[in-house]
Every structure is written in C-alpha cells, then in structure tokens.
C-alpha cells in the first residue's frame, strides 16, 4: 500500500518561530510537493521538487524554504511563523510519465498563535 | 482568471440522488484530468483520472471530459452518505505532472 506521511498531524506555534513539517514518501516518487489548503481557495502551490536537492518555487513561496536531501524525505520550513501561515499544509507526491496520480499525506493543520 | 474553475457550492442531495460535479478550464494543454475526493481533515484521494474526451465509469462513478469546451464533470449515482466530502478536480500537464486544482465542491448527502 504506497504511503505518503506528514510528521504531524496538528500543530500549534507561536509567531516567530521556525517550524519544520516533514513528508517521507515510501514509493520512490521523483516528484514532491508541498501545498497549502485554504477555505475558498482551494490548494496552492508552496514549493516542488523533481529531484534530490532540486527545488523550484510553485505559486506562493514567500516565508516557506524547502529541503530535499534524499529522494523519500521532502521537509517544509517556515523560517519565522507568522498567524496567516495557519492552514493545512499538504504534501504529495508523483512519479513522472504516464502515471498522474499524486498521492497525498493525511495533511498538517498548522496553527500560529 | 484562474486556470481551473469549480462551484464551490456546498452541494446538499437526498440520498440516492444523482449528483453532477464540474469543473471548467483554460489551458488546452491539460492532458490529464482527474477527480480527488477529499473526506474531512484528511487528504485527497483519487477518485477517478481520464486523459481523453469522453466517459470513464467506475462502479457508480463517471467522469466525463470534453476537451473542447475545456469542461469535466463527475457524476455519482445512486448517492450515498458516505459519499459526503469535498471533491476537487484536478489537471496536469505531462511530463513534469504539475497539478493544478479546482478549489473544491462541498457535498452533503442527506440519508
């Protein structure tokens, strides 16, 4: 059963602080990704990675790093949390070609106090 | 405007209604169009995914595409309480399989 696994499933931090959220997929998907999910918003894309150590910006990166040290582990950063960071924050990933499927965590939900 | 659109709704049926999603888009490069489902506090799951015109059926699920007029529907039959979620569509082009996502349909069904 393939499996994508976010570190936590809630969270509470205070403004300011550095948070890590960590995703490890089992599959050996080259493609990894990170959104965040808000009312009305749908999902937008934070960060994307296609390989170990390769990143590339997606539609809202700003206040968000990234880090890919090896290929089943994809690590999102929030250098200093702020209150419009609370959201759940997904992550997915593909193996490129023919299968589109992206599977996906079971989701964070974030919050900053 | 955005590249994919969806009716937010919330969309609430009596059980054993048939419910019709949709979603509409720009970009005629989309190649792959798929439907997630999505239960509360969890992630998407995949549903259904299509890359060509017309209907793909999967028990009592249809997802149906036409390509030009850039319009995707799922359809449930015989609807289900189970069947309450929020769905998202969701396109993409190969190969770099970035995803593009509607932003979802609420759907209550009512026992």
């Known amino acids: 059963d393939v499996k994508v696994t976010q570190s936590s499933r809630y969270l509470v931090k205070r403004t300011g602080e550095k948070v890590f959220l960590e995703c490890v997929q089992d599959m050996d998907h080259e493609n990894m990704f990170w959104y965040r999910q808000d009312p009305g918003l749908g999902l937008r894309l934070i960060y994307f990675?296609?390989?170990?150590?390769?990143?590339e910006k997606g539609d809202i990166p700003e206040g968000y790093s990234v880090s890919r040290e090896k290929k089943e582990r994809f690590s999102l950063i929030l250098e200093s949390a702020s209150t419009n960071q609370t959201s759940m924050y997904l992550c997915?990933?593909?193996?490129?070609?023919?299968?589109?499927?992206?599977?996906f965590g079971q989701g964070t939900r974030l919050t900053v106090v | 405007q955005k590249e994919v659109e969806q009716d937010p709704g919330p969309l609430s049926v009596p059980e054993g209604a048939i419910v019709s999603l949709n979603c509409t888009y720009s970009n005629s490069a989309f190649q792959y169009f798929m439907w997630y489902r999505q239960y509360s506090r969890k992630g998407p799951e995949l549903l259904m995914y299509?890359?060509?015109?017309g209907n793909k059926e999967d028990g009592r699920f249809t997802a149906q595409v036409d390509k030009s007029s850039k319009y995707i529907s799922l359809f449930i039959r015989d609807s289900q309480p189970s069947d309450s979620a929020t769905y998202l569509c969701?396109?993409?082009?190969?190969?770099?399989?970035?995803?593009?996502f509607g932003t979802g349909t609420s759907l209550t069904v009512i026992p």
């Open positions: 299509t890359y060509s015109s």
């Open positions: 997915a990933s593909t193996s490129p070609g023919d299968s589109a499927e992206a599977f």
């Open positions: 990675s296609y390989d170990v150590k390769m990143k």
């Open positions: 969701a396109m993409s082009i190969p190969p770099g399989n970035q995803f593009y």
